[in-house]
């Protein structure tokens, strides 16, 4: 009979502590979005609107969109890219969808398709400028982001494009299904096929393994152009899918509607880095990212906080958020090389 070690009472509490710690990070944003929510349906001052179901789908349907844009803008972060440009994309997309149902009278399987390839059209120049030509992704990105609305600005003449939207795609944005806005299920679909691909495929490998160290990525025989490429064109598609949502939510393409969804998404995407698989940026603690986002502001604004308030605090999470997913992102590098 071999003998076996058992461990000391310090190493056991210490093992303890360790998975208590662990546990805190993964799913704190989680307990903190739980308290916000009670806070919010114990206020006085928004304790009868906030606890509803229709402020939930309210809620639910304003991340649909966000959600997607903050998705988006994992691969090419995973990557090691920043991409400014996915809320920009998505306003082409939209307005790209709306000018084909309006303007041409195209049915809304073109509609929908011009829209998707228009935002694979703008992730086609940025992959090649960033990937290929190997220019600053944050620089071509912002001009990139910059540009696409003063397009949009050329092509409307300022005005948003309401007219003749195919109602199936207005239902899309504003009906229920199993109690619950229709929007948020294609949502579902896109998370649980991002959360697969980044997480259980080759594809998500080799963007974190490029995103990790590109020149030990390249040492063992990944294309780091190619995978580089591929998430900004994967960034683009889904910005893409971001841009119809919000021609349905919208009941049409709005000149300036998308662009200031771009902090809410990234402040998502950052404070999901935080939770769920800490120190990485992840499908799932994105979309938690999105909802504490969301419940926050809704409570603020049912409780009658003043107009200014939603923007400092997605600025303040952002900024938070970053510094945060930094952190741990620092200190999971230096256990993985210990």
């Known amino acids: 009979m071999s003998a076996?070690?058992?461990?000391?009472?310090?190493?056991?509490?210490?093992?303890?502590?360790?998975?208590?710690?662990?546990?805190?990070?993964r799913y704190g944003l989680v307990l903190l979005l739980c308290a916000v929510a009670a806070f919010f349906s114990l206020l006085p001052a928004s304790a009868a609107a906030f606890p509803t179901t229709?402020?939930?789908?309210a809620v639910l349907g304003n991340i649909a969109v966000v959600s997607v844009l903050g998705i988006a803008a994992i691969f090419p972060l995973v990557a090691g890219h920043f991409d400014f440009s996915v809320a920009a994309t998505s306003l082409v997309s939209s307005i790209t969808c709306a000018a084909l149902l309006s303007d041409h009278h195209a049915s809304l399987a073109v509609g929908v398709a011009g829209g998707?390839?228009?935002?694979?059209?703008?992730?086609?120049?940025?992959?090649?400028?960033?990937?290929?030509?190997?220019?600053?992704?944050?620089i071509v990105t912002i001009g990139t982001a910059t540009l696409l609305p003063g397009i949009v600005q050329w092509y409307t003449g300022g005005v948003g494009i309401t007219?003749?939207?195919?109602?199936?795609l207005r239902d899309l944005g504003s009906g229920t299904w199993l109690g619950l806005p229709q929007v948020i299920w294609p949502v579902v679909v896109i998370i649980a096929v991002c959360w697969f691909v980044l997480?259980?495929?080759?594809v998500g490998r080799r963007l974190h393994a490029v995103?990790?160290?590109?020149?030990?990525?390249?040492?063992?025989?990944?294309?780091?152009?190619?995978?580089?490429?591929?998430?900004?064109?994967?960034?683009?598609?889904l910005a893409g899918v971001a841009g119809v949502l919000l021609t349905a939510r919208n009941g049409g393409g709005l000149v300036n509607s998308g662009v200031d969804l771009l902090f809410p998404a990234l402040a998502a995407v950052f404070l999901g880095g935080t939770a769920i698989d800490p120190g990485r940026y992840n499908v799932l603690g994105t979309v938690v990212g999105a909802l504490f986002v969301a419940i926050s502001v809704s409570g603020l604004t049912l409780a009658g906080a003043a107009d200014?308030?939603?923007d400092v605090?997605?600025?303040a999470a952002l900024v938070v958020a970053v510094a945060i997913s930094t952190l741990l992102a620092r200190r999971r590098g230096r256990g993985e090389h210990t």
């Open 4 to 25: 076996t070690t058992l461990p000391t009472s310090p190493e056991r509490a210490a093992a303890r502590s360790h998975a208590l710690r662990n546990l805190g990070e």
């Open 54 to 57: 229709a402020n939930l789908q």
């Open 116 to 138: 998707l390839l228009a935002g694979l059209a703008v992730g086609l120049v940025n992959a090649t400028l960033v990937a290929v030509l190997r220019l600053n992704a944050f």
């Open 163 to 168: 007219r003749d939207i195919a109602q199936p």
């Open 199 to 202: 997480g259980q495929t080759a």
């Open 211 to 237: 995103g990790g160290n590109p020149s030990a990525a390249r040492l063992v025989g990944i294309s780091v152009t190619r995978v580089s490429f591929l998430a900004f064109v994967i960034s683009a598609g």
């Open 308 to 310: 200014w308030v939603p």
């Open 313 to 315: 605090f997605n600025g």
